[in-house]
């Protein structure tokens, strides 16, 4: 049976750029020191999650792609001998900037680049200001442990480019992430938020027969410019197998390594079983790209 | 708070579809005497499930709709003040058949049909033989309890109906099923295929912020021609709400009828906080509409 061990990090995120990069290195050496060929990182682990407030000066924050971080992640790619999905702030242009995952081979080159699609913009999650909406179509980027679906977190709610990256051979589904509870909500709105977080993405899992990990940054982080109450992020993080069945979880409230084994044997059996690729309605799918009705 | 009290009819099926026929009517009026304006039965109720093997007698089983199911139900319908969901075994005409659900107002008059578009051909689930595939597309009923996005077992895999009902107005997603075990499969093997049943279609209530309601049937049915070991149908019908929740559950192994109240304000408060349809990328979504890949 071959097998893959794969890495999470679940990381809190501080003030300090530096340290939490150094962190984030940490605990992707760790990972790989476990075993894992394939480590995935949050949603923008280098920083505070600054979409929760509109605000120029962060901009400052943004990077080039290929530039310092692809470097600095790509040497410690091909030291751990691991391939390494990052997720970075990038500018690409002036005034045009980007939430982008990089994918790093484990001979520390950028095996390609992901640049979000869906762009939420809700209260706290002020994106639609910051990032401009993807170009990247859903392709697979390929790397020596196999195709990759990248995506990035509001990403992971849609089926469609779930199902997108899996028709254009994926061979798993992979989430940085950046999501957390309102603090003021009550214990059941909070309860289903997370179940929905969880459930919505194993369905991918099962809908296309490939595996999912979602990386997630845990831990409350104010609103920088005040006027809310912050974010509780939700940590949560996990690896679900091709029938959707849950591999590892990480705890809501603290730092982890979450670490699984993924068997790349079982989506040829799994498909085989539950052929739902070979019945798509292909001629009746038609609507799915307009916005609404037949319109 | 609007509500509507809902309600699954989950029964075995014996040999006479006489008798299941009468049971499923008293099924109907138990879920409508607590309470229900709107029931659903399992896929092909009236009669075992007799996809397990090909032959051409079961044909005979077959009934025009309109016809005498949709009158003797549509009078129950009326009698009984509920919007019932029914699945017949449809000649449409010689040596033409579908799978057809059957949308009876509670005012006794058929309000729509539809097609089941997705049929499954696996070893004991022999449906390519029997039903021609739908040509209805997943457009809702509208009824007297709401718009009904109604499909039909197979179809409950597949993001996309579920989504493009959702694009067309569906209130809620119906799925009469017939699905079970092979009696042989090790008991980890069950659990996952059973949580992956239920997990892919509470993600379709998630993706698309409306409750679906999936009535199954249960208990053990022989192969009628032998050559396999027969199908230990799961019941486990259930209802979620537009987050994904878990409201009623049944049991998989013994009749129920399983009811429910369901919010009709809830989609409304859940899609202005997680406003997924906002954000479809439909400019890059044409791959759905292709077999695999870029072809």
């Not at 809190?12 to 992707?28: P, R």
Request: charged letters at 25%.
């Amino acid at each position: 049976m071959k097998k893959l061990v794969v890495g999470l990090v679940q990381h809190k995120a501080g003030e300090s750029m530096e340290a939490n990069t150094d962190k984030n290195m940490e605990g992707i050496r760790e990972a790989a020191r476990r075993g894992a060929g394939l480590v995935v990182m949050p949603e923008l682990h280098r920083s505070r999650y600054f979409c929760q407030s509109e605000d120029a000066r962060f901009f400052d924050w943004a990077e080039a792609v290929p530039g310092p971080s692809t470097e600095r992640f790509g040497r410690l790619a091909k030291d751990m001998g691991a391939v390494l999905v990052i997720s970075l702030f990038e500018k690409r242009a002036t005034g045009l900037y980007h939430n982008t995952a990089v994918v790093l081979d484990r001979t520390g080159e950028v095996a390609g680049t992901y640049r979000k699609m869906h762009i939420p913009d809700d209260p706290q999650y002020y994106e639609k200001y910051y990032f401009a909406p993807g170009d990247s179509q859903f392709r697979p980027i390929a790397t020596s442990v196999g195709k990759l679906g990248v995506m990035v977190c509001w990403d992971q709610w849609y089926p469609e480019p779930a199902r997108l990256s899996a028709l254009h051979g994926a061979d798993v589904l992979v989430y940085p992430s950046a999501i957390g509870w309102e603090p003021a909500d009550e214990a059941g709105e909070k309860e289903r938020q997370i179940d929905s977080w969880v459930t919505v993405q194993r369905g991918h899992a099962i809908a296309n027969g490939i595996p999912v990990m979602a990386a997630n940054r845990v831990g409350f982080e104010p609103n920088p410019l005040g006027g809310s109450e912050g974010i509780d992020f939700w940590g949560s993080s996990f690896v679900a197998g091709c029938q959707g069945e849950i591999i590892s979880r990480a705890a809501s409230d603290r730092e982890e390594i979450v670490m699984a084994e993924l068997d790349l044997g079982a989506s040829e059996r799994v498909r085989r079983v539950w052929p739902f690729l070979r019945d798509r309605r292909i001629d009746a799918y038609t609507d799915l790209v307009r916005r609404y009705g037949g319109q």
